[in-house]
């Protein structure tokens, strides 16, 4: 079946203005996460989802950036007033919801915020 | 604090030569842990687990709880090994996974 897709793949911004980031997981994975990887970095945990609820939300790396995920499946990640160092790509990964279960990863959304 | 280090940015080895890519934790449980591969233009993927204790594509990796390490070894290097390799750590009965900052191995004809 068709794996993780993101959409969009590559998104230029200015400074300033809000910019949402979609997932949506294979069909059935009832955990759904979200990484951001800075050039020459690691991934960088920001959030899961278990089903519509995310039990951890520690990794939001200010309150500009939220998530939602509605009817177990999409999730859109926004992020308010970007700034420039919001330029990263940003991963979506899900699975099948077990503890320690395999994620499996979409292709990314490149953000640019110039 | 969980963390996960790979202190080797850069790893180059002649082909049929011996590959130990370094995974170091940080975490006062027993964590779960996880070697992702990611392939030129490919996603980022699963290699192998720690619970599993499976042989992938020749990789093997051994939890050494006393050293809080989870090296990833091959025996003879294969050019189609090259790729940015994560070492990752989920905390036990949890879903949040801490990366390492990835170690690109090249090797060489």
């Known amino acids: 079946g068709a794996g993780v897709s993101q959409s969009p793949s590559n998104k230029v911004t200015e400074k300033g203005k809000d910019v949402e980031l979609r997932c949506d997981p294979i069909?059935?994975?009832?955990?759904l996460y979200w990484y951001r990887q800075s050039l020459g970095q690691g991934l960088e945990f920001l959030i899961y989802?278990?089903?519509?609820?995310?039990?951890?939300k520690s990794g939001l790396p200010s309150d500009r950036f939220s998530a939602e995920r509605t009817g177990g499946s999409v999730s859109t990640l926004t992020i308010q007033r970007t700034q420039q160092e919001d330029s990263a790509v940003y991963l979506c990964?899900?699975?099948?919801?077990?503890?320690?279960?395999?994620?499996?990863f979409g292709p990314g959304t490149r953000l640019l915020v110039l | 604090a969980q963390r996960v280090t790979q202190p080797e940015k850069l790893l180059s080895v002649f082909k049929g030569a011996p590959v130990e890519l370094k995974c170091n934790y940080s975490?006062?449980?027993?964590?779960?842990l996880f070697w992702y591969v990611q392939y030129s233009r490919q996603r980022l993927q699963l290699l192998l687990r720690?619970?599993s204790r499976e042989s992938i594509k020749g990789f093997t990796a051994d939890l050494n709880k006393g050293e809080t390490s989870f090296h990833l070894k091959k025996p003879f290097a294969q050019e189609e090994d090259s790729a940015m390799y994560y070492c990752?750590?989920?905390?036990?009965?949890?879903?949040?996974?801490?990366f390492g900052a990835g170690t690109r191995l090249f090797v060489k004809a």
């Open positions: 975490y006062s449980g027993s964590p779960e």
């Open positions: 069909s059935g994975h009832t955990a």
């Open positions: 989802f278990q089903g519509n609820s995310a039990p951890d």
């Open positions: 990964a899900s699975s099948a919801g077990g503890v320690q279960e395999t994620q499996y």
């Open positions: 990752a750590l989920q905390n036990t009965g949890g879903f949040k996974t801490i």
């Open positions: 720690h619970i």
